[in-house]
């Protein structure tokens, strides 16, 4: 017992010996951060550096929705170095399967969950390395097929559209809902999220967020969702 406890404080010592030259703590992966949180519950820790392709379920999917993924595709290309290129081709993997790798699905659907305007993402990873593989995302066409889903206003109903679009395309890249119980009442509730001075809230809160403006419109909030992404980047490499 005596031996013991006169060497417990040497083995501290050398620990913090071990630790302290390398500063590794400027080295390892984060999962969540200010308005982003990493998707890990879904098995995604990383976005992986080569890339990814948006193709289409089928004709319709494809003339509907390949507008509104040119914004955060651009963006997520320039500001976060994966390369993200939307094509014009279809892909006719099921729901049930996932897709190749790093091909994202876009299926155009009538309450793909069975419930009134609810969209899903069916995001896959990589068992290998648990990076966001793609996956399927099932946007709801009643978006488009109401013409005031969202607003009597033409123009904020379709930034509404384009934010949520790129709600379900950041699952895809692992981002889970930034949800919290900002006002500490006990029930983590929908739009609880953090708030920007402007008063937006980041694209990934649920049930939805984003910028409610003509130019920001679905672009990832740089403050929230980008950094949380850029983060998941670097995870590839921390990991
Ligand atoms: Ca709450
Ligand atoms: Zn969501």
């Not at 990589?126 to 097929?145: C, F, K, M, P, Q």
């Not at 890249?173 to 001075?197: I, Q």
Request: aromatic share 10%; glycine share 8%; hydrophobic share 40%.
């Amino acid at each position: 017992m005596r031996a013991a406890r006169l060497t417990l404080p040497a083995i501290l010592a050398a620990l913090l010996l071990a630790v302290a030259p390398g500063q590794a703590s400027a080295a390892t992966p984060v999962y969540s951060g200010t308005g982003w949180r990493a998707w890990t519950a879904n098995g995604i820790y990383s976005l992986a550096p080569d890339g990814y392709t948006i193709v289409f379920a089928d004709d319709t999917a494809r003339t509907k929705l390949a507008p509104y993924f040119k914004t955060p595709a651009n963006q997520v290309t320039t500001s976060v170095g994966v390369p993200i290129t939307v094509t014009t081709a279809l892909d006719d993997t099921p729901i049930s399967s996932c897709p190749s790798r790093h091909a994202i699905v876009v299926h155009y659907l009538y309450r793909p969950t069975g419930k009134a305007g609810v969209s899903k993402a069916l995001a896959c990873h990589d068992t290998a390395d648990d990076s966001a593989w793609g996956g399927h995302l099932l946007i709801d066409s009643e978006y488009w097929t109401s013409s005031n889903w969202f607003s009597t206003n033409a123009t904020l109903n379709d930034i509404y559209r384009k934010n949520v679009v790129s709600h379900e395309l950041g699952h895809i890249f692992g981002l889970d809902h930034p949800n919290y119980d900002r006002d500490k009442d006990g029930t983590v509730e929908d739009f609880e999220c953090v708030v920007s001075d402007a008063g937006w809230l980041p694209v990934e809160c649920a049930p939805n967020g984003g910028y409610r403006t003509s130019t920001g419109a679905g672009k990832f909030l740089t403050a929230y969702d980008l950094a949380g992404l850029k983060q998941l980047a670097a995870n590839y490499w921390l990991r």
